[in-house]
């Protein structure tokens, strides 16, 4: 923990049950033409999207709807949204859905005013022009990128499926609508998947490298709530009070990892999502016991303090065992509604993993413990039980 530290987050926050009625309101602001960047389906099923055209057309904004986005969104998509804001003379970007939709709308952004490729803004600091103004309405309880300057996108070239990250302070949305509401249809696997995902960057940023006092308390907040309420809300998931703590639990540790990043665990998840297909959450979901276990040296005492925000009755053993506490942390993403499914994985391929995140030199820097090939193929073969 660092008592000297910068701390900057543009994007203003609207919290409350309604808010998406907001949205035109607020849209105005920024000009008369929106392009609006959602999913494939769930946003128009769930009427969540005609709302939100209706409210815009309210406040005489068009919206140019650009309803393209995968999961794991692909730098091909990313284009083909940059190419039609340009075409119909949109001003800014309403981006509505799940973290993927909100990070192809930063993506978006960047190539609707600056220079292609994309690959050219893959990393940290990179880009150089001010990106459309940014309305991001998250629909799921568990990314933050509604407060966040990283992107991940789905890199497709010469047949490849990578992950890569930009981040770079441009890309904080200037507005962050959040509608609890929006969550109360999240389906079990979806609440667990985002909800874990909320956990492992509270975590995360709380372990960081880079964590200050600030960091840390808005961390630790996120953790206290998602320790008490995501095993909850399987028990009552029409709980419109748990949901939208859920959902401020996301954003927070959102908050948090804006300024500290994320560690080897991220890194560790990806190729599990590219290859494999595994939901990101419940990529994470798969490692974090056997990662907890490996880190768990670096600061026994921040681990422990994490146990016991997860589990008000973890033992005193429990709490200063590495295996011990790692059995927790499993537990504990069982009554989170996590049901770890064998994954047929081959050693080779684990290897390959393991070789490119010890490559990962922001990553491993940002680790509260150094670890080398051999650490990280271990955790790898605990996770699939090899």
């Avoid at 609440?191 to 960091?215: K, M, N, P, Q, W």
């Avoid at 909850?232 to 990892?257: D, H, M």
């Avoid at 998840?269 to 490996?294: C, K, Q, V």
């Amino acid at each position: 923990m660092s008592l000297n530290f910068a701390f900057y987050l543009p994007t203003r926050i609207h919290f409350g049950l309604g808010k998406l009625k907001e949205a035109g309101r607020i849209a105005s602001r920024y000009g008369k033409r929106a392009l609006v960047v959602t999913g494939r389906s769930s946003a128009r099923r769930l009427g969540f999207l005609s709302l939100l055209e209706e409210v815009l057309k309210k406040e005489n904004v068009e919206p140019v709807l650009f309803e393209r986005v995968e999961p794991n969104p692909s730098s091909i998509t990313v284009e083909e949204g940059a190419d039609l804001f340009k075409k119909e003379k949109c001003e800014f970007i309403v981006a509505l859905g799940g973290g993927s939709p909100l990070d192809a709308a930063k993506a978006i952004g960047i190539l609707a005013t600056g220079p292609g490729p994309l690959d050219f803004y893959y990393g940290k600091n990179r880009v150089k022009n001010e990106i459309p103004p940014l309305i991001a309405i998250p629909t799921t309880a568990g990314t933050g990128s509604e407060v966040t300057p990283y992107a991940v996108i789905t890199d497709t070239k010469e047949g490849e499926h990578r992950k890569k990250i930009i981040g770079d302070p441009h890309l904080f949305p200037r507005e962050a609508l959040l509608d609890p509401s929006l969550t109360f249809n999240l389906p079990p696997d979806l609440t667990s998947s985002t909800g874990i995902d909320a956990l492992s960057h509270a975590f995360e940023s709380y372990i960081s490298c880079r964590s200050s006092l600030l960091s840390e308390t808005i961390a630790l907040e996120a953790i206290k709530i998602l320790g008490k309420n995501l095993p909850e809300v399987f028990c009552q998931p029409q709980n419109q009070k748990i949901r939208s703590l859920l959902l401020y639990a996301s954003t927070l540790a959102g908050i948090a990892i804006a300024q500290t990043g994320t560690t080897l665990l991220h890194a560790m998840g990806y190729r599990l999502t590219s290859d494999f297909g595994i939901p990101h959450g419940r990529a994470n979901g798969i490692l974090f016991p056997w990662f907890w276990e490996a880190n768990f040296s670096a600061n026994p005492d921040k681990f422990s303090h994490v146990l016991s925000l997860l589990d008000k009755n973890v033992s005193e053993k429990q709490k200063n065992d590495p295996h011990e506490s790692a059995l927790v942390i499993e537990n504990f993403l069982r009554r989170s509604g996590f049901v770890l499914e064998k994954v047929p994985v081959k050693e080779e391929r684990l290897f390959e993993f393991a070789r490119e995140v010890v490559a990962d030199k922001t990553k491993m820097s940002n680790n509260p413990k150094e670890m080398d090939l051999k650490e990280v193929i271990a955790i790898y073969k605990k996770a699939f039980q090899i």
